[in-house]
């Protein structure tokens, strides 16, 4: 028989019971749309977060004070034990190093900036003009930060979008003065919208020079030093002589960390791949229930079809053409179930999409494509018994009776 | 064209041993038209379906054109019944959610005749038995008697050179019986080696060679 006869005679037999071939094929249905919905959103969720760091630029390491625990995987900052502070010398010695680019020193606080009687709390970033190019950032108008020793302590900032929105409306800001905990600054320039950057809105930052960030905060100490290096192919080696530098302003104490952006982002990568790869196990599994489905209809279909298939081999057909004829029943079932579950998955994350613009929900190829072979290959397994039961039956006596 | 060597078939029934066939040997020769007859009981079908190749001796031979058929495996045997056997049942065996013409053209389907040529046979097979106006009715909207000439036409799609009927005119009432075997005669007529178990005197009779069977053994072979 040839496979487009087996074919049409598996696909005649489907048709015939309408009702149970629909059943078995949206059982499978749900399982291969719940494989591409849930891999869409895995997929989103990881698309995200490696956008925002990707967003920073890849050749960059960052210097964290305090060592890296060999046994857990945070950083000392995380678990608080930073021994010995970094500082702007340190900043400044690491600019002088062979293969860097250009450095950034960086402070973080929470501080209330205000204008006459509007007031607003606003995450201040205390660095140094370099930092324009080693995060990427756009100015709307006016300058950054000025150029100079980062020691020296200029009474300028620059507000994020957002703050100069609130603080100034549609009045000019550049070259006004604005408060900032007990000091005020004149405001040199805007930075342009950008949404979120690792973890906070730079809309909603305000940008002032590093030493005057340390005077504000009370603090010698950084919270991190960005380092751009020169060309990608550098950063292992200048990880190495920035460890070996800070060791020796360190006393030989190797107490610094430095991550490199690829790091950061080849472990994300894998969390959430792995997190992807584990809901979408869990929804094959349902799969394996749709399998299972299969193959005691197929049974019960064998049972009820004996003289049928008693006849087929009365009529010369072989037990393999009798096997291939139920198993053609079984994929095409399956076809049906991962046509009507691509179809479900799809409508499901673009809905989902809608619901959460900032999510990239799309399904990702491989993840459709192992869903469908998924339930075919399930289809086909789980029909395999029942399909070797009709090619073994026994011919005379399924003929003897009706 | 049929040769059957002291052919012994057994049935394991539980711990007891039923002997359905007991060192039957017979020749039968190519155009016969041969009716088997017997108690109920007596190994009839249990000879049929040997000679069909739907079930194999537990001793002896079995030579089939000169060429000897009790050891083939079961593709082999599958593909001799393909091409030289043709079976009409009792119970008509047609497939339900299949048409007249669907289910004539069944054997053609399995021995891979291309859909045009295929067309052509089923029309012509219908148009044999009579019932052309019926190609695209189903089963269930058929007569006992159409429903068996759909597989007489069916049991001839290949054009076999034997032809096994186990009962054909149990299931049909007198009158419709005689046609039924006066098709199957005709095929007989035109060549093809005609072999009928049957329960019915009359139509036991009108055999050239009439066979009958108990428990297992053949008692009276006769031929007019
Ligand atoms: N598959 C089987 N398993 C066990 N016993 C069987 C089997 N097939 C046939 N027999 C036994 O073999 C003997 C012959 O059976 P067979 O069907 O050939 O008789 P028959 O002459 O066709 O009878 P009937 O006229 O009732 O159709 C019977 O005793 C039957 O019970
Ligand atoms: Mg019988």
Same mark, same amino acid.
């Given at each position: 028989?040839?496979?487009?006869?087996?074919?049409?005679?598996?696909?005649?037999?489907?048709?015939?019971?309408?009702?149970?071939?629909?059943?078995?094929?949206?059982?499978?249905?749900?399982?291969?749309?719940?494989?591409?919905?849930?891999?869409?959103?895995?997929?989103?969720?990881?698309?995200?977060?490696?956008?925002?760091?990707?967003?920073?630029?890849?050749?960059?390491?960052?210097?964290?004070?305090?060592?890296?625990?060999?046994?857990?995987?945070?950083?000392?900052?995380?678990?608080?034990?930073?021994?010995?502070?970094?500082?702007?010398?340190?900043?400044?010695?690491?600019?002088?190093?062979?293969?860097?680019?250009?450095?950034?020193?960086?402070?973080?606080?929470?501080?209330?900036?205000?204008?006459?009687?509007?007031?607003?709390?606003?995450?201040?970033?205390?660095?140094?003009?370099?930092?324009?190019?080693?995060?990427?950032?756009?100015?709307?108008?006016?300058?950054?930060?000025?150029?100079?020793?980062?020691?020296?302590?200029?009474?300028?900032?620059?507000?994020?979008?957002?703050?100069?929105?609130?603080?100034?409306?549609?009045?000019?800001?550049?070259?006004?003065?604005?408060?900032?905990?007990?000091?005020?600054?004149?405001?040199?320039?805007?930075?342009?919208?950008?949404?979120?950057?690792?973890?906070?809105?730079?809309?909603?930052?305000?940008?002032?020079?590093?030493?005057?960030?340390?005077?504000?905060?009370?603090?010698?100490?950084?919270?991190?030093?960005?380092?751009?290096?020169?060309?990608?192919?550098?950063?292992?080696?200048?990880?190495?002589?920035?460890?070996?530098?800070?060791?020796?302003?360190?006393?030989?104490?190797?107490?610094?960390?430095?991550?490199?952006?690829?790091?950061?982002?080849?472990?994300?990568?894998?969390?959430?791949?792995?997190?992807?790869?584990?809901?979408?196990?869990?929804?094959?599994?349902?799969?394996?229930?749709?399998?299972?489905?299969?193959?005691?209809?197929?049974?019960?279909?064998?049972?009820?079809?004996?003289?049928?298939?008693?006849?087929?081999?009365?009529?010369?057909?072989?037990?393999?053409?009798?096997?291939?004829?139920?198993?053609?029943?079984?994929?095409?079932?399956?076809?049906?179930?991962?046509?009507?579950?691509?179809?479900?998955?799809?409508?499901?994350?673009?809905?989902?999409?809608?619901?959460?613009?900032?999510?990239?929900?799309?399904?990702?190829?491989?993840?459709?494509?192992?869903?469908?072979?998924?339930?075919?290959?399930?289809?086909?397994?789980?029909?395999?018994?029942?399909?070797?039961?009709?090619?073994?039956?026994?011919?005379?006596?399924?003929?003897?009776?009706? | 064209?049929?040769?059957?060597?002291?052919?012994?078939?057994?049935?394991?029934?539980?711990?007891?041993?039923?002997?359905?066939?007991?060192?039957?040997?017979?020749?039968?020769?190519?155009?016969?038209?041969?009716?088997?007859?017997?108690?109920?009981?007596?190994?009839?079908?249990?000879?049929?379906?040997?000679?069909?190749?739907?079930?194999?001796?537990?001793?002896?031979?079995?030579?089939?054109?000169?060429?000897?058929?009790?050891?083939?495996?079961?593709?082999?045997?599958?593909?001799?019944?393909?091409?030289?056997?043709?079976?009409?049942?009792?119970?008509?065996?047609?497939?339900?959610?299949?048409? *007249?013409? $669907?289910?004539?053209? !069944?054997? +053609? /389907?399995?021995?891979?005749?291309?859909? =045009?040529?295929?067309?052509?046979? &089923?029309?012509?097979?219908?148009?044999?038995?009579?019932?052309?106006?019926?190609?695209?009715?189903?089963?269930?909207?058929?007569?006992?008697?159409?429903?068996?000439?759909?597989?007489?036409?069916?049991?001839?799609?290949?054009?076999?050179?034997?032809?096994?009927?186990?009962?054909?005119?149990?299931?049909?009432?007198? *009158?419709? $019986?005689?046609?039924? !075997?006066? +098709? /199957?005669?005709?095929?007989?007529?035109? =060549?093809?080696?005609?072999?009928? &178990?049957?329960?019915?005197?009359?139509?036991?009779?009108?055999?050239?060679?009439?066979?009958?069977?108990?428990?297992?053994?053949?008692?009276?072979?006769?031929?007019?």
């Amino acid at each position: 028989m040839t496979l487009g006869d087996t074919l049409s005679l598996a696909w005649g037999s489907l048709i015939h019971q309408p009702r149970r071939t629909l059943l078995i094929a949206l059982a499978m249905s749900i399982g291969v749309g719940s494989v591409v919905v849930l891999t869409a959103l895995g997929e989103g969720a990881r698309r995200y977060v490696l956008e925002q760091f990707a967003s920073l630029g890849t050749n960059l390491l960052i210097v964290i004070p305090g060592r890296a625990e060999t046994t857990g995987g945070a950083p000392g900052v995380l678990s608080g034990q930073t021994t010995r502070d970094l500082t702007l010398s340190d900043a400044d010695a690491v600019t002088r190093l062979r293969g860097v680019a250009r450095t950034a020193p960086l402070n973080v606080g929470v501080a209330q900036v205000s204008r006459g009687s509007l007031s607003r709390e606003a995450i201040l970033l205390g660095t140094t003009a370099d930092m324009l190019e080693i995060r990427h950032t756009h100015l709307a108008r006016g300058r950054y930060l000025p150029p100079g020793p980062s020691d020296q302590a200029a009474p300028v900032c620059v507000l994020g979008e957002r703050i100069r929105a609130e603080l100034f409306g549609t009045d000019n800001a550049i070259g006004e003065w604005v408060r900032i905990g007990d000091r005020r600054f004149r405001v040199i320039g805007i930075v342009t919208a950008q949404g979120q950057q690792m973890g906070f809105n730079t809309d909603e930052t305000v940008a002032i020079p590093v030493a005057a960030a340390q005077q504000l905060f009370n603090t010698e100490s950084l919270f991190r030093i960005l380092v751009e290096v020169r060309g990608r192919e550098a950063v292992p080696a200048v990880k190495e002589s920035v460890l070996a530098l800070l060791k020796t302003r360190h006393e030989n104490d190797a107490d610094v960390t430095v991550i490199t952006q690829d790091a950061v982002l080849a472990t994300f990568d894998r969390i959430l791949t792995a997190l992807t790869l584990a809901v979408a196990g869990i929804a094959a599994i349902s799969l394996g229930v749709a399998g299972v489905l299969i193959m005691n209809v197929m049974l019960v279909s064998v049972a009820q079809r004996r003289s049928e298939i008693g006849l087929l081999k009365a009529l010369g057909a072989p037990a393999a053409s009798v096997r291939l004829l139920f198993l053609a029943e079984a994929g095409l079932i399956s076809i049906l179930g991962a046509a009507g579950g691509l179809i479900l998955g799809l409508a499901a994350s673009f809905a989902l999409g809608r619901l959460y613009p900032v999510l990239p929900i799309a399904p990702p190829l491989w993840a459709v494509a192992a869903a469908v072979a998924t339930a075919l290959v399930a289809g086909m397994l789980f029909a395999w018994l029942p399909a070797r039961r009709a090619a073994k039956l026994d011919a005379a006596l399924a003929l003897a009776r009706r | 064209m049929i040769e059957l060597d002291r052919i012994t078939r057994g049935f394991q029934v539980g711990d007891q041993l039923v002997q359905a066939l007991r060192e039957v040997s017979l020749n039968i020769a190519a155009g016969e038209f041969v009716s088997i007859m017997g108690p109920s009981g007596s190994g009839k079908s249990t000879l049929l379906n040997l000679l069909g190749l739907l079930d194999r001796p537990n001793s002896g031979t079995y030579r089939l054109d000169g060429l000897d058929v009790t050891g083939l495996d079961e593709v082999a045997a599958a593909t001799v019944r393909r091409e030289k056997i043709g079976f009409v049942f009792q119970f008509f065996h047609l497939v339900p959610r299949l048409t *007249a013409a $669907g289910n004539v053209a !069944l054997p +053609l /389907l399995l021995a891979e005749v291309a859909p =045009g040529e295929r067309k052509k046979r &089923v029309a012509r097979l219908l148009a044999d038995v009579g019932l052309s106006g019926r190609a695209d009715h189903l089963p269930a909207q058929l007569s006992g008697g159409q429903l068996q000439r759909v597989a007489i036409a069916r049991a001839m799609s290949m054009n076999p050179s034997i032809l096994l009927a186990d009962e054909p005119t149990g299931n049909l009432d007198r *009158a419709t $019986g005689r046609e039924v !075997l006066a +098709l /199957l005669e005709d095929l007989n007529q035109r =060549g093809t080696t005609l072999i009928v &178990v049957t329960h019915d005197q009359e139509i036991g009779a009108r055999a050239g060679r009439r066979i009958v069977m108990e428990d297992g053994r053949v008692v009276t072979d006769k031929v007019s």
